[in-house]
């Protein structure tokens, strides 16, 4: 029996190693024409198949924390006077439809509007040497405000940004004041005109979303990095900072860079370069 | 015994045609409420039959807003936007008018009931992806105080 499979087996392989012969024999014109048929046509196929993939959709599966978004701001980019950002910002969001109420002081107006971006400059007082940056929700991992927020109005979404549901905001503010940036604003009065994209209200707490209505229609950057794009500045870069290949994750490695507050822990999604 | 017979078919015929006749005429108003060419238009009824959106329309939305919040589904059968979209009416210079205006599709039948309606304190009233301008919508249609209207529990 086993010499009847053996020999069986010897029989195959001969037959198999004599077809490969003939093969190669015969094949060699042909093989390099199929080879150079199928680049071709993968070079006309495959623009239209990377097309496709960027084509914005809207998302159908719930976001995963296989990615996790942010932002890398170079400082040294960031200029004195420039308030690109801020402008896309609330166009983006529908921020610059907010309107100061007759009988408000312009200061406080100024103190109470919302806003989800605000330019900051620091001066260090032994050199004299300023720093402009952008300052927005830091969408840390650990988010004191997700920690803080009684109903459950305040979380971190899987992809790891961190908002308000505002359907579940009470506007009590206890977030505003757990957070160590500032990043927060309460809507004080009666909104109007709401786009359909960035729905906001009286009542509720908000900030930067990484302009989340973007993200789930597939889009590839936020409002804010399009408009420092625009203006030629190139400061901040938007991405995937858990691939390792994307343009954040790239410059990351390549430039030395901080989180604001690392004496917190709390592993900011927004870093900071020239700081 | 036949005159029975013949009665009862009467009285079944009779049945049919009325449940035929109520059925055209709750489509014909409710193709009333459906702007004209949009998606809502070809079809038969809304996501859902008719009867079961007038009962259940609040609960779709208020599932799907989770899903559309918190794991960032937006392609979804049910959402405000779909709403806002399909039934919005339009005057005579094109300029829609806010859904929850209480002669809206929205408006009237919260007004009718007695019912809150506090999505728009948020929610955009009118259709306004990129390039309309909803505010200037607003104000042309003269509806700035409707749409800062009180929110839950402040109109009792």
């Known amino acids: ?275 | 015994m036949a005159k029975a017979l013949v009665r009862a078919g009467l009285v079944a015929v009779g049945l049919v045609w009325v449940a035929f006749a109520t059925n055209t005429a709750l489509a014909g108003e409710v193709k009333r409420y459906v702007v004209e060419g949009s998606r809502a238009a070809e079809l038969d009824s809304c996501v859902e039959p008719t009867e079961r959106m007038r009962r259940m329309h609040m609960e779709f939305i208020k599932h799907q807003r989770i899903s559309t919040v918190h794991e960032g589904i937006r392609g979804t059968k049910y959402s405000l936007t779909g709403c806002v979209d399909c039934h919005i009416s339009y005057d005579v210079e094109r300029i829609p008018k806010p859904i929850n205006q209480p002669d809206q599709f929205c408006g009237a039948c919260h007004a009718y009931t007695a019912v809150d309606l506090n999505c728009f304190d948020c929610h955009a009233s009118v259709p306004n992806r990129p390039g309309v301008d909803a505010d200037r919508a607003h104000r042309e249609a003269g509806v700035e105080g409707l749409v800062r209207s009180g929110r839950n529990g402040e109109g009792h």
């Open chain 1, 1 to 275: 029996m086993g010499k009847a499979t053996e020999m069986n087996d010897k029989h195959t392989r001969s037959e198999a190693e004599s077809g490969a012969l003939k093969a190669s024999a015969i094949d060699g014109g042909r093989r390099g024409f199929i080879g150079v048929a199928a680049g071709v046509t993968a070079a006309m196929v495959a623009p239209g198949v990377i097309l496709h993939a960027v084509a914005a959709a809207p998302r159908s599966q719930p976001v995963t924390s296989d990615v996790r978004w942010g932002l890398l701001i170079d400082t040294t980019k960031c200029v004195d006077g420039c308030s690109a950002c801020v402008e896309a910002c609330g166009r983006e969001n529908g921020l610059d439809l907010q309107v100061k109420s007759e009988d408000e002081s312009e200061a406080r107006w100024d103190h109470q509007k919302s806003v989800w971006i605000r330019k900051v400059k620091l001066q260090d007082n032994q050199t004299g040497r300023v720093t402009n940056l952008p300052m927005m929700c830091q969408h840390c991992e650990h988010p004191p405000c997700v920690d803080v927020c009684p109903t459950g109005a305040s979380f971190k979404r899987a992809d790891g940004i961190v908002m308000v549901d505002r359907h579940l905001c009470i506007g009590c503010r206890y977030c505003m004041m757990a957070c160590p940036y500032k990043a927060r604003s309460f809507i004080h009065q009666g909104t109007s005109g709401q786009l359909t994209r960035a729905p906001r209200g009286k009542g509720c707490v908000e900030s930067c979303n990484l302009c989340v209505h973007r993200r789930d229609n597939g889009e590839e950057s936020t409002a804010c990095v399009d408009a420092c794009v625009a203006e030629g500045h190139e400061a901040i870069v938007f991405g995937d900072l858990k691939d390792p290949a994307s343009p954040i994750s790239r410059k990351l490695n390549e430039i030395p860079s901080r989180q604001i507050r690392e004496d917190l822990v709390l592993n900011t999604g927004v870093r900071y370069s020239g700081v």
